[in-house]
């Protein structure tokens, strides 16, 4: 979790360059669609509600997974 909060801080720093923004963002992303199962239940529903359209997308598709998969 401190990772993401660190991650956090920087896309809501306004200092951060919008090319570092993007990376962060597309690496997030590549994470959860790819190895979404290193993320706990709880970090995937805080980047669920991340102003980023992408990001809540990313992980709203992992929970879902998540569900699917308990109720086999």
């Known amino acids: 979790m401190a990772t993401l909060e660190a991650l956090r801080a920087v896309l809501d720093d306004e200092r ?3 090319i570092i923004r993007n990376h962060i963002i597309d690496s997030l992303q590549y994470a959860l669609r790819n190895y979404g199962q290193v993320f706990t239940a709880k ?4 980047v669920a509600g991340w102003d980023d359209a992408r990001l809540p ?5 992992e929970l879902q997974k998540r569900v699917a998969e308990t109720s086999r």
């Open 16 to 18: 951060t360059p919008e």
């Open 43 to 46: 970090e995937v529903e805080w």
């Open 57 to 61: 997308l990313a992980a709203a598709r």
